[in-house]
């Protein structure tokens, strides 16, 4: 007697498919990428969004630098009623940065409340020149720096005149 199969199944070895525990699997794995890469993406969006207040602050740098340079000293660079006269402009608010003061040559930036900057501050101080040819150098400060979305710039320190620097030691062989 000769067996005859139902018209709609398939012989087994023809299926083709994915298992469920094959599914969930690759949904696990996909939701650890997800956890292990939404603090650095939130992170990076905080420094781009903290960017636009380091580039808010330009204007005023240039000022105080002008200023500077007309009066060698920062006491009186400042953003008064008096400000465009020492060549600072006044502050333009974005969308991220809210405020921008400039009092004895050191500039104040703040973030805005919300977006993830919660009022963080970026601080500039001017370290004047010692010599007419040299720039105005500055120093990075405030909340932004503890919160790793400026960094403070490395300043190369030179010897004192009557110390060499140190020589490197000779490979011995």
């Known amino acids: ?24 699997i690759v949904v696990v794995i ?9 603090p650095s993406y939130q992170n990076y969006l905080r420094q781009s969004k903290f960017a636009e207040v380091v580039a808010a602050a330009a204007p005023l740098k240039l000022g105080v630098e ?11 660079c400042n953003t008064d009623t008096a400000a465009v006269i020492n060549g600072i402009p006044p502050f333009q608010a974005t969308r991220y940065a809210a405020t921008g003061t400039v009092v004895g040559g050191t500039i104040t930036m703040t973030a805005v409340q919300g977006d993830g900057l919660a009022g963080l501050t970026y601080v500039l101080t ?3 020149p010692i010599n007419v040819d040299q720039t105005v150098q500055w120093n990075v400060g405030g909340t932004c720096v503890a919160a790793r ?12 005149a009557n110390q060499q620097p140190a020589q490197p030691a000779a490979a011995g062989g």
């Open 1 to 24: 007697m000769r067996t005859t199969q139902h018209p709609r199944s398939a012989p087994p070895s023809s299926q083709h498919g994915f298992t469920l525990i094959e599914l969930m």
């Open 30 to 38: 996909i939701g650890v990428l997800v956890t292990l890469a939404m």
């Open 66 to 76: 002008l200023c500077i340079q007309d009066r060698n000293n920062a006491v009186l």
């Open 126 to 128: 001017p370290v004047l």
């Open 149 to 160: 979305l400026c960094r403070a710039p490395v300043v190369a320190v030179a010897p004192p």
